[in-house]
């Protein structure tokens, strides 16, 4: 590995022609915007165009960001920013063949049993190879949560990360020492198709994306989120009343989730207490009754279009999607389930092939923008499909930076024109007081749409044998197998 394959590695990831998922990483590095531009067919505009990172020699890399960034370091460490190596990934099918998949950490692919067995081993060729403890892990490919308990409890597999919703209270108490729910950095939620029709037909409303939102906000007040975690989830969640997640920090140091929403009573968007459930369900039925005909008699809506709630192959999300859909049909409105294996769901969710899923976001670094960002047009994050479709031309969001010097100040803007100028405004920011009250203005704008309705803010369950020693984990979601070792 030389330092001209990170230059490499760089350059395509934010590359216009991959068009990867996490491009938009590369935002602050100088040259990102020449390098992603591309015009209405998706196609490069400046083929030729380059990051401004330089390989000084093998070992030297130069980068020249557009400011200072403080989680500059942060992104260094994230996946996207990983190098590959040109003559590797030529061939398109590198990262699927153990001979080919790139590794330089503490462990290499020996083999990949598709749909069955990943097994790694100690690479010699790590920098810190003599401290590597653990010579080989054999990682098994399930989705089966039951299966993987009873492997669990049968001594064949040391580790696992899903629990079967049914069986947590007694592992809890069965496997004491065993049992961990520890801390993350995470929202576990619900996604609208920002475009979907949810309107009767014939309706007033029916292109009226104010309306839309107002109705997606009432849905969300639906839901019992403590419901959702003491009865069906059971690992230590919290409900969730904003999109970013607890335990990010605002500029002071405090919960940056905290200090968001309208409300002084309450910490973010709406209050989850179990206190404000029914004033909650009874605000959102008087909200929809403005656009749906309900019978007072049954407590029903009779025209509420059909829904279908996408979500990936676990019977927790099962779970959560079957309570979703019970809660719907008391008041009116069907909302078929749809189960999908993860790669099909992330494909369809990504393309916008759905009208609700389940949807789920850890941070990548320890700062909000990590959960603002994927949001912009571009992002291939963005499932929602803001400013793409339909959405791409209505010209309804208002957006005033004056008041942090800038000259922007949009009046009935599109998605484009406001949420993308605004993300690039707070990622040039070198003002931090300013940087985060723009990522409040930012998150306020995606509330508004009522697309995100996060049900609760993550914790990590997993279940680790005792004979195990030496392994770790982090909030962001990664797990450390390098210094273990087995009793």
């Not at 959702?228 to 904003?242: F, K, M, Y």
Request: proline letters at 3%.
């Amino acid at each position: 590995m030389k330092a001209s394959d990170y230059v490499f590695a760089w350059n395509r990831a934010a590359s216009a022609e991959l068009a990867a998922d996490y491009g938009y990483m590369f935002e602050v590095v100088k040259g990102y915007e020449e390098v992603a531009d591309v015009d209405d067919e998706g196609n490069p505009l400046n083929p030729d165009a380059k990051l401004a990172v330089e390989a000084k020699d093998d070992k030297t890399i130069e980068v020249t960001l557009n400011n200072a960034v403080s989680y500059w370091n942060e992104l260094l460490a994230f996946p996207t920013y990983f190098p590959v190596r040109e003559d590797v990934v030529s061939n398109e099918a590198w990262a699927t063949d153990p001979s080919t998949f790139v590794c330089n950490g503490p462990y290499r692919m020996a083999s990949w049993e598709h749909n069955s067995m990943i097994k790694l081993e100690k690479n010699p060729d790590f920098i810190d190879a003599n401290d590597v403890s653990m010579g080989t892990i054999n990682c098994y490919l399930s989705d089966d949560q039951n299966n993987m308990l009873t492997n669990f409890q049968n001594g064949s597999w040391q580790l696992i990360d899903d629990i079967p919703t049914n069986e947590i209270a007694n592992v809890k108490s069965q496997y004491p020492t065993e049992f961990f729910n520890v801390g993350q950095l995470g929202t576990y939620y619900v996604c609208w198709n920002v475009n979907e029709g949810i309107l009767p037909a014939g309706s007033a409303y029916a292109n009226d994306e104010n309306a839309k939102a107002e109705i997606r906000n009432a849905i969300s007040l639906l839901f019992d989120r403590n419901y959702i975690v003491e009865e069906i989830s059971q690992g230590g969640q919290l409900p969730a009343s904003s999109f970013v997640a607890m335990g990010l920090t605002d500029a002071d140091g405090s919960q940056f989730y905290q200090n968001c929403g309208v409300s002084g009573s309450y910490d973010g968007y709406y209050d989850v207490s179990v206190a404000a459930y029914e004033d909650n369900f009874s605000l959102a039925i008087e909200i929809l009754k403005k656009y749906y005909t309900y019978d007072e008699a049954t407590g029903k809506f009779s025209d509420f279009p059909t829904l279908t709630y996408l979500y990936n192959t676990s019977e927790g999300h099962k779970a959560i999607g079957e309570y979703l859909q019970s809660v719907m049909a008391g008041v009116g409105i069907t909302m078929n389930l749809e189960n999908q294996e993860w790669a099909t769901f992330l494909n369809t969710r990504k393309e916008g092939n759905y009208s609700i899923a389940r949807n789920g976001w850890l941070a990548d670094y320890n700062d909000p923008v990590c959960f603002l960002d994927m949001w912009t047009t571009e992002s291939g994050n963005n499932d929602v499909q803001f400013g793409r479709g339909a959405h791409a031309a209505f010209a309804g969001y208002d957006l005033d930076l004056t008041p942090f010097g800038l000259d922007t100040n949009v009046t009935g803007g599109t998605w484009a024109q406001t949420y993308d100028v605004l993300i690039k405004a707070i990622k040039s920011c070198t003002n931090n007081d300013d940087r985060y009250k723009m990522m409040h203005i930012a998150e306020d704008m995606l509330m508004s749409t009522g697309c995100i309705c996060p049900l609760y803010f993550y914790t990590d369950m997993y279940m680790l044998d005792d004979s195990v020693k030496g392994f770790f984990s982090n909030p962001l979601g990664y797990k450390y197998f390098m210094y273990t070792t087995i009793k």
